[in-house]
């Protein structure tokens, strides 16, 4: 699943952080399986999942094993799951050392309102590690929609450059994005749309059509993305943007109010 593959290569960049926070949240967690890499990652942390689905949280939380729940409770610290918004966490100012969010953020309506929140709950010295779908995701799927009509049936994700300065503007230090893609291919296109649909991504644009796709128009798609078949598979293409960011000692105030100016009385001597 793209998602544990994107999750196992955020992992291996924190092998190049030195970075030991006490309390970690997965902003968007899922079914949980980022919280695991996360326990193995910081052992003696605390860790706190958000994820805006209750029904998802819900399960996360229900698919901890006996085991797991017996290490939490005898051995490490806590584990907590909770159903809220990234944009509006339920969490004090500078309460966790890092904030990770794996692929979560395409699915906010304003991500600099949430790298805003992420900046409030982090403290000083705190990490984020996020990842995010950019520009050119699903872009076959995009091109196939296109022939059968003008909705949007794809987000559009933010580029990198823009969440870059979404992090400055949010008031982080030392933002470091790259980015990459990555190709999967499908026997055919019923084949990725279960994939999708499985993994929970579906249309929230607010401007799509309510309506179902009739058959003509969903076999023009499937005739515009056969095109596109290369040794027997239909590829579908993710662009995966990575960030990380600091929270930095918030700046000192500086006078704005211009120069002092002072009154200078100056009576010339009388000549001699």
Known sequence: MLARE???RMTERLGYIKHEPKRVLDAGHGLGDGMRLLRRRYPKATLLGVDSALAV???AKSRQTLAERAM?????PGLH???ADMARLPLANASVGMVWSNLALGWVEEPLTAFREFQRVLEIGGLLMFSTYGPDTLKELRQAFAA???SPHIHHFIDMHDLGDMLLAAGFAEP???MEYITLTYAGIDALVDDLRHSGQSNVALERSRGLMGRRSWQA???SYEHLRHDGR???TFEIIYGHAWRAQPRRQVDVAGPTLARIDFTPRKPR
């Open 176 to 178: 470091v994005m790259d």
């Open 81 to 83: 799951h909770l159903c």
């Open 57 to 59: 949280a819900s399960r």
């Open 148 to 150: 059968a009509d003008a």
């Open 234 to 236: 239909l590829p579908a």
């Open 6 to 8: 994107v999750e196992r």
């Open 221 to 223: 798609v499937r005739r």
């Open 72 to 76: 939490s409770l005898l051995f490490a």
